[in-house]
């Protein structure tokens, strides 16, 4: 059962660029809902929660294919620090403006989220990307396979974290904590990339990155199959 997280544990850098990339991404899950009792809270309005929310993922969407064509063309620590910062400024002020405007401001909310939507830090292309640089043979399914099922229980922590938050305080340290989070984790990837000697992507590694991304994928649905499967 332990022998994949002894085989990982075995290749330099390997534990720490997991570490970090579960930092770097356990906010994705857990942001929406902030954003939702936020929203929800400041307008009295679910539907304009789920406008913003959208707006939200619409930007993620849009620059994903942007963001990739950038790893390629420049050192992976300077785009992952301009993304976390655009993120962490865009994730303040959706927090502030409920604070300092009317609820019929609204939207401002929705122009403040597609642009944090636009900067959100690409940590989770890049992990794949540098796992398959860093592993080969059993040790890279062995990686995808560990770091489906961290993906797994990231998405089962972050929005129950984010509701704990809430409840304790409010939607707005809710927000706030995820962009720190987020910021937090991906410098401290960064780093770890940098330590790593994989501070370079190219076009080699995005072909790498697009096939670890499949490879990811499917087995985390298998680890979902797997749950779900009856017994006997």
Known sequence: MLRPY???AAI????WLLLWSVVGRIHLPATPLAVSFLIAGWTGSYAL???????LTLGMGVAGPLRGRAADRSPAGRLLLVT??????GIAALGVLPAVTPSSAWPLAVVAAFLTGLSTPPVTAMSRASFSRLATGSAQSAVFTVEA???EVMYIV?????????AVWNAQVALWLCGALAVLGTLGFGGALRRAGLDHFGPAAAGASVAAALL?????SRVRDRKVAPVG
């Open 216 to 220: 990811g994928a499917f087995l985390a």
């Open 149 to 151: 099922s961290m993906q």
């Open 49 to 55: 929660a789920g406008a913003v929310g959208g707006a």
């Open 12 to 15: 330099p850098h390997l534990p």
């Open 158 to 166: 972050g929005p129950a974290l984010a509701a704990t938050v809430v």
């Open 6 to 8: 002894r085989q990982l």
């Open 84 to 89: 976390a910062s655009g993120y962490g400024v």
